[in-house]
């Protein structure tokens, strides 16, 4: 009677653990999939879901040499993973945006000219392709960075000279409203100084985010003028021997009330160039610039090396705020448990959960809240799905080593569509088992 028990127990034990582990790595099954691989031939930028479920991504061919760029694509697949259509544009098709009504937005470098005089193309197309208007700008936008559409239609743009962050608005035909630049301390180009988003709020006020001389950096200006309405700054405790604190803002979102929230990686002290303790930080400004609160966490001293990442942001149908991340666990190793907090609008802290040390290697990126404040998120090289309080649900590995441009779309029957980049594209629309 015990041994049959025994037996009883040993099944019971291995058919959880088979359901643990399909629950961990093929929790969702392939509805359809689609790809371009031109080698490093074609780079994939940005992509946009439309109102009918339509997938529009921008891209462009890689560069013959350094100086010269070959032409964009627009490519638009619709949800059974049929390819309606693919353009070809004159212009590098570096960041794409839609209107109310799906027609398409999309900038980026003129195809061939110089480095040192590059101009910039902006135009706009239906959502079956054609073209209603383009206009071609000076070169005071060197990178194109993002494209975003005001509540009345209006185009903002940022990009980057080597010095500067610049913003530009445009009507909806495409003429210039106003430019403004931001100064920066160092090269854009450095890490420490990049731009990182531009968010236009429910005013159609204008904010420019990133890390700048190795700070938090949020830059708000008027949308109906550019006139600057603040500047605010983050520097963290610790500078090192050239005066800076080599802080990193992540990620940055505007939440349903207008206010902003950033957040990042300040280091609270290292050893020889190396952070041995550093502290995850998220910050709420208000729409006037003061600061509502800010929170974060600093976990202890194990190894030398990179101690805390941010991976993502986002809000839930609350106006609550919820941070995902990782903490190294052991350097040597290169292993780390993720994170992920909730915060309410005042800043309490309502869970914590690093329970997925086992689950997840990686910080949980491609953060996207679902119609129930689930979360959905992609690591390394699989989705995972928590509940609104945190708790893993389920995980799904996909058929990549890891690596590149991860994004997640979630639609209304929590369907899961996987895009991948940026060398050519895969799209994967998975639905639950």
């Known amino acids: 009677m015990k041994s049959r028990l025994k037996y009883l127990l040993l099944l019971m034990v291995i058919f959880i653990a088979a359901c643990n582990s399909d629950d961990l790595k093929n929790a969702l099954e392939t509805v359809w ?3 371009r691989l031109d080698g490093n031939e074609f780079m994939t930028n940005q992509e946009v879901v439309n109102s009918n479920e339509e997938i529009i991504i921008a891209g462009y061919q890689e560069m013959e040499d ?18 309606v259509w693919e353009i070809t544009t004159d212009f590098s098709c570096r960041t794409i945006a839609i209107d109310e009504d799906d027609n398409i937005f999309s900038a980026g470098y003129l195809a061939g000219t110089e480095s040192d005089a590059r101009q910039n193309k902006l135009a706009k197309y239906t959502t079956e392709g054609d073209l209603i208007w383009e206009s071609t700008y000076a070169d005071y936008l060197f990178h194109v960075k993002d494209l975003v559409l005001d509540p009345e239609g209006n185009i903002i743009i940022s990009g980057t000279t080597q010095y500067t962050w610049d913003v530009a608005k445009y009507d909806a035909g495409g003429t210039l409203l106003w430019h403004k630049s ?24 204008v904010y420019l985010t990133g890390t700048n001389a190795a700070d938090f950096k949020a830059i708000k200006y008027r ?10 700054s983050y520097d963290g405790p610790y500078d090192d021997a050239d005066g800076y604190t080599k802080d990193k803002l992540i990620a940055a979102v505007l939440d349903k009330e207008d206010n902003l929230i950033l957040a990042g990686t300040v280091i609270l002290s290292q050893v020889d160039g190396i952070a041995i303790n550093e502290k995850m930080i998220v910050i709420k400004y208000n729409s006037n610039g003061d600061t509502d609160w800010i929170n974060g966490y600093e976990h202890p001293v194990w190894a030398r090396g990179r101690i805390i990442m941010v991976g993502d942001l986002a809000f839930d149908s609350s106006n609550s705020i919820i941070v995902t991340g990782s903490v190294t666990v052991a350097n040597i190793l290169n292993t780390f448990y993720c994170y992920a907090f909730k915060y309410g609008e005042d800043g309490t802290e309502l869970w914590f ?3 997925t040390s086992n689950i997840i290697p990686e910080r949980l990126k491609s953060l996207k809240i679902g119609a129930d404040d689930s979360l959905y998120g992609f690591a390394e090289n699989s989705i995972y799905h928590f509940d609104k309080n945190g708790k893993f649900q389920w995980g799904h590995e996909t058929d990549i080593l890891g690596g590149g441009r991860n994004t997640l779309h ?12 940026p060398w050519g594209y895969s799209i994967t629309k998975f639905r639950k088992k």
């Open 33 to 35: 999939k689609v790809q």
């Open 66 to 83: 350094s100086i010269t760029l070959q032409n964009g694509t627009l490519s638009k697949i619709n949800r059974d993973g049929e390819t």
């Open 182 to 205: 931001f100064q920066s301390a160092h090269s854009t180009g450095d890490s420490y100084h990049r731009l990182l988003n531009v968010l236009v709020d429910s005013y159609g006020d």
């Open 223 to 232: 949308g109906s003028d550019g006139e600057l309405l603040f500047i605010n």
């Open 353 to 355: 959960n690093k329970d």
């Open 410 to 421: 979630i639609n209304d029957a929590n369907d899961v569509y996987w895009i991948h980049g």
